[in-house]
């Protein structure tokens, strides 16, 4: 494959995805299952259809787009991302991998490139969690990580169910069949924006994804009693913010005595009832995020605070129950994947790091079921989820171009 390629199509196609909002310009809000995701959704099936691809979807919504291969035997590499968009987003996230995707496909067309491998783009149901609460709803059932049951019980903030809301976007068929087995994929490749300073900073091109971090998190309740400030001294009292100062600290304790600058821990909502100055908290609310590349190493961060919960209600004769809403699982990136990025990297002049990304991606659970790895490039000032997300040409470029070059060898 020569130079890189000139992308001015792709940008044109970015641009006009973008205006398929539910906000005005450069406002983008796709939400899953909206008027503005169905309308994009036609917009990317029919970049693919032109470019002679064959489409599937199943039954939640996830879109197979086929260049296929010589040898039909054989399983399809993977490539792609998501098009919703949280409220109030920008032109990239997601987008990028999608039709930057496509282009890479429509790249290797362009220069004769006959794939052995087919190569498929998927177009994963709602990356985003805004509407069910719950992020890669599509990429988490295609790995059967979340279970037909599981998703049958989501509902959204106005209480409509799932099944109501696929059904009303022409989603239908049982939830079953959108598990895959492991092997339906050889390998997927997915290109993102970093959505962090880290490329920008540094001047490179691309970053080649070696982990990928997940994050549990787990609610805390903890009761103790209320009372006057004045009238109740410190004596027998049981304070329950006391309390959860102690659990606060206990988890960034542990986060930092792991030993890896990879462990974080993080207490992101504290409610106190009933909030009044003159008064002894009586209940509190926390809700914890605590992250890794490591499932174990992060489950004992884990751990370690639900033993904090157990020793703390003791001494301080609170009740504290925890409640696990998710623990998902950090992947790691396939080596040779990476090793393939890396040659053709060199071999196309870009400059390039290792890195782990922090935040997750569809990838992390299609890794359940095959290799994966991620290319990142990078995002002005490390800026996301805001309408002023931008990547500049030579990036999605560079990106693009790499995404081809690694397609190509896999297809091969
Ligand atoms: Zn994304």
């Not at 006959?114 to 988490?140: D, K, N, Q, Y």
């Not at 091109?205 to 004045?230: F, K």
């Not at 884990?302 to 003791?314: G, P, R, T």
């Amino acid at each position: 494959m020569s130079a890189k390629p000139t992308i001015d199509g792709l940008l044109a196609e970015l641009k006009a995805l973008a205006r398929i909002s539910e906000g005005e310009p450069p406002v983008v809000t796709r939400v899953v299952f909206s008027e503005a995701d169905m309308r994009a959704r036609t917009y990317v099936k029919g970049l693919c259809a032109s470019a002679g691809l064959t489409i599937e979807e199943d039954a939640i919504g996830n879109t197979f787009a086929r260049w296929a291969g010589s040898d039909a035997e054989l399983a399809p590499v993977g490539t792609g991302s998501h098009i919703d968009a949280i409220p109030n987003a920008g032109s990239y996230d997601g987008t990028v991998g999608v039709l930057g995707g496509l282009e890479a496909i429509r790249i290797l067309q362009r220069a004769g490139f006959r794939p052995r491998r087919s190569i498929e783009l998927v177009i994963f149901t709602a990356e985003e969690p805004t509407r069910f609460g719950i992020g890669c709803l599509g990429s988490r059932m295609l790995a059967n990580v979340l279970t037909p049951a599981q998703a049958v019980a989501l509902r959204d903030k106005e209480g409509r169910g799932l099944e109501e809301l696929r059904a009303g976007a022409g989603f239908r068929g049982a939830l079953e069949s959108v598990a895959l087995p492991a092997g339906r994929f050889h390998q997927f490749v997915e290109l993102h924006i970093e959505q962090g300073p880290h490329l920008e900073a540094e001047g490179l091109d691309v970053g080649l994804v070696t982990n990928i971090a997940a994050p549990a998190s787990l609610r805390i309740r903890i009761e103790g009693e209320g009372g006057h400030a004045g009238g109740k001294l410190m004596p027998g009292r049981k304070d329950a913010l006391a309390a959860a100062a102690e659990l606060i600290l206990a988890l960034e304790a542990a986060a930092r005595s792991t030993g890896s600058i990879d462990s974080v821990g993080t207490v992101g909502v504290c409610e106190v009832f009933p909030g009044a100055v003159n008064s002894i908290p009586s209940l509190v609310r926390l809700e914890t995020d605590i992250r890794d590349t490591d499932g174990v190493r992060r489950d004992g961060v884990l751990q370690a605070l639900k033993d904090a919960c157990v020793e703390v209600a003791a001494r301080r004769r609170v009740v504290i129950t925890t409640e696990l809403v998710n623990a998902d699982p950090p992947a790691l990136c396939d080596a040779t994947i990476l090793d393939v990025m890396e040659s053709c990297a060199m071999e196309a002049g870009l400059s390039y790091q290792r890195m782990v990304a922090r935040a997750y991606h569809d990838s992390s659970f299609v890794a359940c079921i095959a290799p994966v790895a991620m290319l990142f490039i990078p995002c002005r000032g490390g800026v996301s989820h805001r309408p002023d997300e931008y990547a500049s040409p030579e990036w999605i470029a560079s990106g693009v171009h790499l995404l081809a070059r690694t397609l190509e060898r896999l297809a091969s």
